[in-house]
Structures are given as C-alpha cells and as structure tokens.
T-cell receptor, first 115, second 109 residues
Framework: DGGITQSPKYLFRKEGQNVTLSCEQN?????MYWYRQDPGQGLRLIYY???????QKGDIAEGYSVSREKKESFPLTVTSAQKNPTAFYLC??????????????FGSGTRLTVV | QKEVEQDPGPLSVPEGAIVSLNCTYS??????FMWYRQYSRKGPELLMY????GNKEDGRFTAQVDKSSKYISLFIRDSQPSDSATYLC?????????FGSGTRLLVRP
C-alpha cells in the first residue's frame, strides 16, 4: 500500500540534544512538507521541498534543519537551538506545483517531548 | 490577523444531527479549498476539496465555498459518533497549504 511512514511514533529529547525525525513515502510524490502542530494553533509549516536536493524554509524554520537527498525521504532534525520543541510533528507529501492544490497525504505523526 | 480563522469548538451534537463547520479567510487569491479530518494522535486525512466557489457533495458531506464572503463550510448530515474528530480547513497559497486551527467535533450517541 502507498503511503507515508513517520518514525518513531514517540520521541523523548534531553535538553541540548539534536534529534532526527524520519519521513519516508512511496507515493512517488515530488513535494514533501514538515508541519508542527500545537494545541489550539493548527498546523504551522517548518520546511518544504518541491524537488530532490532543494528545500525552502516555512514559517517557523528556526531551530530545525532538513535534507532531501532522495525523492522518498525527507528527514527533519530538531536542533538544540529550538527552544520549545515539544509538539506533534507531521510529514506530508503531494504532487508538485499545482498538483499540491488537490491535497496532501499525511503521515501518522511523531510526538516529541523534551525531558 | 490570521489568514485563515476557524472556531476551535468543541462542538457537541447528538447523533443524527446536521453539523456545520466553518472557516473564514482574508486572502482573495485562494482558489482551492480543502477539509481534513484528524482523529486523536493521528495525521489528518483529506475529506474533500473544492475549486473556486460552489458546492460539492460526497455522501453525507457537503463542502460549500462563498468566495465573495471569503467563507467556506462543511456540512455533515446524519452525524455519527465515528465523525467525532477535529476538522481542519485548508487553502492553497503558492503551492503550499495554509491550515485553520481546527474545530473539535463530538457526536454523542
């Protein structure tokens, strides 16, 4: 079955640590996205990539980094510079360009907690 | 002011009721409008999308867009307890989607 796989489902980070969230898709989608979801604030865009080896900052990119070395994979690193990383992180993919207007497919999310 | 505004709820209705969920927006350039359903601790799933103004029906769900008022709605007929979830509206902006904050819906048996 085609879809998006996010791992791990739950992740705990100590102060000062970098952690990497995995996102893999087998939908042959060109575009991939990372969103952060906090209670009462909806989804906020962290980074997005329209094509391999290219990505752009979203609205809240500070303290995060990404790479897009393969079409299927778009990992997100939460660095120690991110002061409030506790949140639910969602990865999504879509066709590129105007195809994105027909909707995204989301993964099941990673819940990150700072301990 | 947020580009997309959505009442957070929660909205509690009895089983069988007609539910109306709404979003307003400020950017008149939006052309594509979507509704997503999100169950607790899961990723959102696309319910419906609509291009420009008008209505679109899919089973018990009807999406309505009024671009002149910058207002979109999702109607759920004969609501079921399994419809209990958070509903997010979304709109396109330069090949990226802008999401509302979501309305939590509870359908009581």
């Amino acid at each position: 079955d085609g879809g998006i796989t996010q791992s791990p489902k739950y992740l705990f980070r100590k102060e000062g640590q970098n952690v990497t969230l995995s996102c893999e898709q087998n939908l042959n989608h060109d575009a991939m996205y990372w969103y952060r979801q906090d209670p009462g604030q909806g989804l906020r865009l962290i980074y997005y990539s329209q094509i391999v080896n290219d990505f752009q900052k979203g609205d809240i990119a500070e303290g995060y980094s990404v790479s897009r070395e393969k079409k299927e994979s778009f990992p997100l690193t939460v660095t120690s510079a991110q002061k409030n990383p506790t949140a639910f992180y969602l990865c999504a993919s879509s066709g590129a360009g105007t195809e994105a207007n027909y909707g995204y497919t989301f993964g099941s999310g990673t819940r990150l907690t700072v301990v | 002011q947020k580009e997309v505004e959505q009442d957070p709820g929660p909205l509690s209705v009895p089983e069988g009721a007609i539910v109306s969920l709404n979003c307003t927006y400020s950017n008149s350039a939006f052309q594509y409008f979507m509704w997503y359903r999100q169950y607790s601790r899961k990723g959102p799933e696309l319910l419906m999308y609509t291009y420009s103004s008008g209505n679109k029906e899919d089973g018990r769900f009807t999406a309505q867009v009024d671009k002149s008022s910058k207002y979109i709605s999702l109607f759920i007929r004969d609501s079921q307890p399994s419809d209990s979830a958070t509903y997010l509206c979304a709109m396109d902006s330069s090949y990226k989607l802008i999401f509302g904050s979501g309305t939590r819906l509870l359908v009581r048996p």
